[in-house]
């Protein structure tokens, strides 16, 4: 079967029935690859990960689809709905037609140096040497990341950050060669370097507006990073901003003081709690969580989904199925909180793309012509529950039933709030190093070009080398992920936008239903159908600025601790809504699983709460401390 529907001219509604049919089939062809790979699952094949992925880029290239599309378009008997989804279609073949043999030729050379560096990324024997022993301690990126927040000795957690320092040099050569690549297909295209193209294709503006976007923001912070770094030098040593000891400077005696709070075994129970608490549903949609770090696995959580969420012409709703990842150590100091996290990152990437309510699957995948901002927007608004005391007064309980106290929530503002901007430049990093990246002389992009680059935008942007070096990003190798680091800067500002929207008309989020209703009604249900910035402006009123997030960097530390105390007294008092054992609706079928082996179904169990209890019998055999 061919990538593209019948050229003869047929019903409209027959060719989006078409259109919807191959889109499908592609996707999840391609998706079911991206995971056996990632998850390196048995029997997985970079080779057919590559195929799937040309065949998913043929499709969408397809100029024939586009033609089908445009001759549709020029019915004046259209339905609203029907003309609705033949845009969509139409905008999202744009973004990759390719009509220039060379240039298709070229994605297919880069699909395949991509999954191959992907391949030669997990096989990578990451870790760090034991300072006592010498020996060399197998780690994922994560646990080497955890360890540096929480381990007392200086001298591992400097061994740690040498081993994050590895990842550079053993991609390095090959990434210079997708660099190359990349920018050629680029410029084949119209565009002014790769970054450019994916900006464009993904957002809807130019890579120079973008940067126009993020230009006050980082002028803003400079000086507070600046005031920051001399903060914390006075308060603790010179040494506290070495790039290993940042993280523990910050959130080290605190990590471990909180960890009893945030055990690892409930976390699933309680984002299931959390997100059921603000009324989110996930319309029948199917869940793989894969939660526990294990060798040769993608050293990056993330979610995908190889079903959209889309209705049919008929009304049948098509719900979504997700397979979600994290790199979780469950013994380790700090592991639950950042399971937590990723459970509510992640899962708030699935309950947005499972309430996408259109009549197409191309309005509910995640590619271009879907913002990344706008995807970004809805998983980093729920993550922000946990830094909340108003969450964690009511959700981060003890394994012997105890809430968090107030004077550890208290030292935790006070240990972190005056650095948040630290979290600020980090993320800034990431787009100004690839900006620079693209930009770069072909004759420039070598091994060593590329590595000094790197280490000059961490000391420009971060004040320092980082604790996170920037060639240890994941995002920046795969096709997906790459030049899109952005959008977490553009997201990060719409959550601030949206939570402080939501303070002014409901005065609360956490366990109110209404919060969930309003995400659902006009972030969620449109898809990229609606432009990010226009649904920002719809939710909150008013433009997309950075405004909030600078506002929230200023605020003294007695402010946010007078309010904070405020939320936490009356959620101890409230307590959840929905309370430890009771069963948290969520509309959702849950699979548990470690790599092949699947560990609980909440089909099978009778509910998620089951599920998850079948989940921490398993927790407690695989790692007996938990």
């Given amino acids: 079967m061919g990538a593209s529907v019948d050229t003869q001219r047929i019903a409209p509604s027959q060719l989006v029935r078409q259109l919807n049919e191959k889109y499908e089939k592609a996707h999840k062809a391609f998706e079911d690859n991206f995971w056996a790979t990632k998850m390196n699952l048995k029997g997985n094949s970079s080779a057919a990960l590559a195929q799937t992925k040309t065949d998913y880029d043929a499709f969408l290239g397809d100029a024939a689809n586009l033609q089908a599309v445009r001759n549709a378009l020029q019915d004046t008997k259209l339905s609203p709905e029907l003309r609705k989804t ?28 991509e999954a191959d560096l992907g391949e030669w990324r997990n096989q990578m024997e990451l870790g760090y040497h034991d300072p006592k022993t010498g020996k060399f301690e197998k780690r994922s990126s994560v646990q080497l990341r955890n360890t540096m927040r929480t381990d007392a000795s200086e001298d591992v957690r400097k061994a740690c950050w040498e ?23 680029a410029r084949n295209l119209g565009y002014e370097d790769f970054y450019d193209y994916k900006v464009k294709t993904a957002e809807g503006f130019s890579k120079r507006e973008l940067f126009q976007k993020l230009a006050p923001l980082e002028e803003a912070t ?64 199917t869940m793989r969580l894969d939660l526990c770090d294990r060798p040769r696995k993608y050293s990056n959580g993330f979610c995908h989904w190889p079903q959209p969420a889309w209705r049919k012409e ?65 998983s980093m608004f729920l993550d922000s529950f946990i830094d909340d005391a108003a969450w964690k007064g009511r959700y981060a309980v003890s394994r012997d039933g105890k809430v968090i106290p107030w004077d550890l929530v208290r030292r935790g503002i006070e240990a972190t709030h005056p650095y948040s901007v630290f979290m600020v430049r980090s993320m800034l990093a990431v787009p100004f190093f690839e900006k620079a990246l693209y930009e770069l002389p072909e004759d420039r992009v070598t091994p060593q070009g590329v590595t000094a680059l790197a280490d000059s935008i961490e000391q420009d942007v971060e004040g320092g080398l980082a604790g ?26 719409s959550v601030h936008q949206t939570r402080a929207h939501f303070k002014r008309k409901y005065g609360e989020m956490v366990d109110n239903p209404k919060v969930g209703q309003d995400l659902e009604e006009i972030y969620w249900r449109p898809g990229n159908g ?29 402010s946010v601790v007078q309010q904070e ?15 430890p054992g009771q069963p948290a609706d969520l509309g959702m079928h849950v699979i548990l699983v470690h790599g092949d082996e699947v560990i ?16 921490k019998e398993w927790l407690n055999k695989t790692f007996p401390s938990t």
Avoid at 91 to 105: G, H, M, R, S, V
Avoid at 164 to 183: A, E, Q, W, Y
Avoid at 600 to 615: M, V
């Fill in 86 to 113: 033949l845009e969509i279609m139409q905008k999202t073949f744009l973004c990759y037609i390719t009509e220039d043999p060379q240039a298709t030729a070229m994605k297919e050379k880069l699909n395949q140096l």
């Fill in 314 to 378: 008929g009304g049948e709703w098509v719900p979504s199925q997700a397979n979600f990842t994290s790199l979780a150590t469950p013994n380790a100091v700090g592991s639950g909180k950042t399971a937590l996290n990723t459970l509510l990152h992640e899962g708030g990437h699935a309950a947005h793309f499972a309430n996408i309510d259109q009549g197409s699957p191309l309005f509910s995948q995640e590619r271009a012509p879907t913002s990344v901002a706008y995807a970004e927007n809805q």
């Fill in 163 to 185: 081993g994050m320092r590895t990842v550079g040099p053993h991609v390095v050569s090959k990434f210079c060669d997708i660099i190359k690549l990349r920018n050629r297909l």
């Fill in 222 to 285: 400079r000086p507070i990073m600046a005031e920051a770094r001399t903060t914390l030098q006075q308060k603790k040593s010179a040494s506290a901003l070495q790039p290993w000891n940042i993280s523990y400077s910050l959130s080290g005696d605190i990590e471990r003081e909180m960890d009893p709070f945030f055990p690892f075994e409930e976390a699933v129970d309680v984002w299931a709690r959390t997100f059921a608490g603000v009324g989110i549903q996930y319309k029948g949609a």
């Fill in 600 to 615: 609980a179904d909440s089909e099978k169990a009778g509910s998620i709460q089951a599920a998850t209890a079948q989940y």
């Fill in 530 to 558: 609606t432009a990010f910035l226009d649904l920002v402006q719809q939710l909150t009123g008013e433009a997309l600025t950075a405004d909030a997030w600078v506002s929230k960097l200023k605020e003294s530390v007695s």
């Fill in 468 to 493: 996170r070096p920037l060639m240890s990003v994941p995002h920046i190798l795969a096709d997906e992920s790459s030049a899109y680091y952005h959008a977490y800067v553009l997201a990060e500002m």
């Fill in 565 to 579: 105390e405020q939320e936490y007294k009356e959620a101890v008092q409230q307590g959840p809504k929905i309370k």
